[in-house]
């Protein structure tokens, strides 16, 4: 196994029989790291003209120390500052996206200063003007730092779209451990659905065919120790548990980059999530940091697997399952009732999984014959349900649906109605063709605690 460091920059010959190639050349992770900018740039031999790309708040937190900076080593400098809506944060969505473009100079490099929507905003604008970016880190939120994609929400469907990662991350832990606390253990929630989401991909890859590696998955594994043993550590914002939270989610981009797609890090639990957004955009109302509700819905998606696999599926009778299904005027009825002006964008995506009662019955005879296999393969990524909620709570996480701003109703219907807003097959499509997710879905909401007022 190659060590983390040396897969930066690197280009290799996989087991899986491609050649994986890692485009992010360097990562300073350390105190004062911010004042190692200019260094890192001449390193790696980056042009001298730029342009900071920030919001208010994180201008505020690095954009004016790195403008002295940088200006002082005889950079040119020039810089976006994109101004938070009243009460509100700056999106990652299409008409910032467009506003960005249009307010952006004509320059060779891209630095952003931020966490999620800055980094996402900036890496979509630089492989959109096929430059290099460096990412100045605010918060240890999230992920997608170093994945080679971007998560936008365009038409008010939750999309990722393809970009490149940035050639450098600069993550200063004096800053980091400052960050929001909510931020923090956002990116907790974050990491710890790995093992829901690498589970989904295994199971994509024996019920669709879908490829798989196993090199993502022992990358963010090796870390997993390191956050998931100190989460006190964390919620008390000690350096080195920040480090490892950090570090985690840095390489857990990286995996994504590896993999060639988000699967290693977003399975159902990331749908449930997406589609709680989709539906507070809808009724016009604010949603909770993706990392916290992802760290709920990973709880529930843990113990649906743990349900879905104690369950006698070989002796399922197919007929009547398939006999069950919803027809195709009740699934519109349901679609349009539940998405509203998302349904036309919805119904778009689950085509790529719908399909006839033959079709399905045949898939569902082959997952029966096949379920001894799955069984045994996907236990060995999962974590039990009661340790990811001891691990998030430890740190002062979100662990129940009342911490992430909604009703046990509206995160029920989310349950229900998340596999329908992306084609990728996860334990919720599973657990849903053998009608095993209306069956669980109180009962898991009731033994996690999830629901508890």
């Not at 390489?251 to 997406?274: C, D, F, K, N």
């Not at 699934?331 to 033959?358: H, I, M, P, Q, T």
Request: net charge negative; glycine share 8%; aromatic share 6%.
């Amino acid at each position: 196994m190659i060590m983390p460091d040396e897969l930066l920059g690197a280009s290799f010959q996989c087991e899986c029989g491609r050649t994986h190639t890692v485009p992010v050349r360097k990562i300073v992770l350390e105190e004062g790291a911010y004042l190692r900018l200019p260094e890192v740039l001449e390193e790696l031999s980056l042009p001298r003209e730029l342009c900071l790309i920030a919001d208010d708040n994180t201008y505020g937190v690095l954009g004016s120390r790195l403008l002295r900076l940088l200006s002082g080593k005889d950079y040119r400098v020039r810089e976006v500052v994109l101004p938070s809506p009243p009460g509100g944060t700056v999106k990652a969505d299409q008409p910032t996206t467009d506003k960005l473009q249009s307010e952006l100079p004509s320059v060779p490099l891209l630095v952003a200063i931020g966490s999620g929507t800055i980094n996402d905003l900036t890496k979509l604008a630089a492989f959109r003007r096929n430059i290099p970016y460096v990412v100045v880190c605010t918060a240890p939120s999230m992920n997608g730092y170093t994945s080679s994609i971007v998560a936008l929400t365009t038409e008010g469907l939750k999309t990722t779209s393809e970009a490149r990662p940035p050639v450098a991350v600069v993550a200063d832990l004096d800053v980091l451990v400052e960050a929001p606390m909510e931020m923090i253990t956002a990116g907790l929630g974050d990491i710890v659905s790995k093992p829901v989401s690498t589970a989904d991909w295994k199971l994509a890859q024996i019920v669709s065919g879908e490829y798989f590696c196993s090199r993502p998955i022992e990358l963010v594994t090796r870390f997993e120790p390191l956050f998931m043993g100190n989460p006190q550590g964390i919620q008390r914002r000690q350096p080195e548990a920040i480090r490892a939270l950090t570090e985690a989610l840095l390489y857990s981009g990286i995996s994504m980059v590896i993999a060639g797609s988000s699967s290693p890090a977003s399975g159902g639990e990331h749908l449930i999530s997406h589609t709680l957004d989709m539906q507070a955009d809808l009724a016009g109302r604010k949603h909770d940091l993706h990392g916290r509700q992802v760290g709920v819905t990973t709880l529930f998606a843990a113990a649906l697997y743990e349900r879905v696999l104690r369950e006698d599926v070989p002796s399922f009778d197919l007929d009547a399952i398939v006999g069950r299904a919803t027809g195709s005027r009740q699934l519109d009825d349901s679609l349009d009732s539940y998405w509203g002006r998302l349904a036309e964008v919805v119904r778009k995506e689950l085509s790529f999984k719908a399909s006839g009662r033959e079709e399905s019955r045949n898939r569902l005879a082959t997952i029966r014959e096949q379920w001894g296999r799955i069984a045994a393969e996907i236990r060995g990524f999962l974590r039990p349900w009661s340790q990811i909620r001891d691990v998030l709570r430890q740190a002062g996480a979100a662990t129940q649906i009342r911490d992430i701003g909604v009703s046990v109703e509206q995160f029920r219907e989310a349950v229900l109605h998340a596999r329908e807003m992306r084609r990728r097959y996860t334990v919720l499509d599973l657990s849903h063709e053998f009608r095993l997710l209306e069956k669980h879905v109180d009962g898991i909401l009731g033994e996690t605690g999830l629901a508890a007022e």
